[in-house]
């Protein structure tokens, strides 16, 4: 078993992603942090895996209503600045870079001559940066302020939420025993931390912000700390936040607030996404190169095995002359002198 920096893109396997040619794959995601069947969201988009980078972009929609009613206090408005992706509609870049990347093979990483190279680990150390966009529509509540004998106009508008957020990445992909029967037996684990920032904009004024959020702050600061788990074609992402505002607390978005999401995954060669007929080309043209390497080393093997067929056949029938010239020169040597006459 061997460890080394990553290097031969020759080193391949169907279950841990970015070993050799980047890996492109189709996703779709659910957010499970606050289930709510009135609110269901559809999402597509896709990832990009290379030797030393990952690129994911998703878009996401809101089916149901996608106002979003409350006043000063209720979490679910806090929770739209929060996670983004609760609003009508939403995008996200996600990037990370490897300077430093290790492969464990079990045999030596760096031979590429060796056809039964497998990589059964990487561990990729980094960093991370992403950022997301949203587009919601924010409101007051009519009942709440009718209860309250309260005649002002009711604060709506569009609230424009971004998300941006930096730090440090492991990420160590594996792979499952043969005996587990899933086509992809990739395990990923990959925790990260950094710092993040929400930002507020769209056409609320201040005092709109004030009346629906309790806060004139349009900017919010804090750190960030999760997990990521990928078990084949399922990933599960569990990331807790921590932003403060010292002028007002923003229920579901400042203090500590915890988020979970589950994504699924489906390489998009399946879809035919993938170019498949360059796919199969590539398929073909390694299978060509590879039963005429088997052809050349069985012909090798051939040819050697007649060189030392002949070889022993010369070295023999060389063997059995010097015997017979010995046989004659002991023969002769054991001959009685002849009398003189």
Request: net charge negative; hydrophobic share 40%; glycine share 8%.
């Amino acid at each position: 078993m061997g460890l080394a920096a990553h290097r031969s893109p020759d080193d391949k396997s169907p279950s841990i992603s970015a070993i050799g040619l980047p890996k492109w794959t189709l996703i779709a995601d659910a957010d499970i942090s606050s289930l709510d069947a009135t609110q269901p969201t559809a999402s597509i988009g896709f990832e990009r895996a290379g030797p030393r980078s990952l690129m994911r972009m998703r878009l996401r929609k809101n089916l149901g209503d996608s106002k979003k009613e409350g006043d000063v206090g209720d979490p679910g408005l806090g929770k739209v600045v929060l996670q983004p992706a609760l609003s009508s509609f939403s995008s996200s870049l996600h990037l990370e870079w490897y300077p430093l990347v290790l492969i464990g093979c079990t045999q030596d990483c760096d031979t590429k001559e060796t056809p039964t190279n497998f990589v059964h680990t990487k561990w990729s150390i980094g960093v991370y940066g992403s950022a997301e966009a949203a587009d919601a529509l924010v409101s007051q509540k009519a009942g709440d302020m009718a209860a309250n004998g309260e005649t002002e106009d009711i604060v709506s508008g569009h609230l424009v939420p971004v998300g941006v957020a930096a730090g440090a990445v492991l990420r160590v992909e594996g792979r499952l025993p043969d005996s587990v029967p899933l086509s992809n037996k990739g395990i990923t684990l990959a925790p990260y931390t950094g710092f993040a920032m929400r930002m507020l904009s769209g056409d609320l004024t201040g005092a709109g912000l004030s009346a629906i959020f309790g806060t004139r702050e349009r900017r919010f600061y804090g750190l960030e700390t999760g997990f990521y788990l990928q078990f084949s074609n399922i990933a599960f992402d569990s990331r807790l936040t921590y932003f403060r505002n010292d002028n007002q607390k923003v229920a579901g978005l400042t203090g500590a607030q915890l988020t979970l999401t589950l994504s699924f995954f489906l390489p998009w060669s399946v879809l035919g996404g993938d170019d498949k007929a360059k796919t199969d080309a590539q398929k073909a043209k390694a299978d060509a190169k590879a039963k005429a390497d088997a052809d050349a080393d069985a012909e090798k093997a051939k040819a050697d095995a007649d060189a030392d067929a002949e070889k022993a056949k010369a070295d023999a029938d060389a063997n059995a002359e010097k015997a017979k010239a010995d046989a004659e020169k002991a023969k002769a040597q054991e001959a009685p002198p002849q009398a003189i006459p």
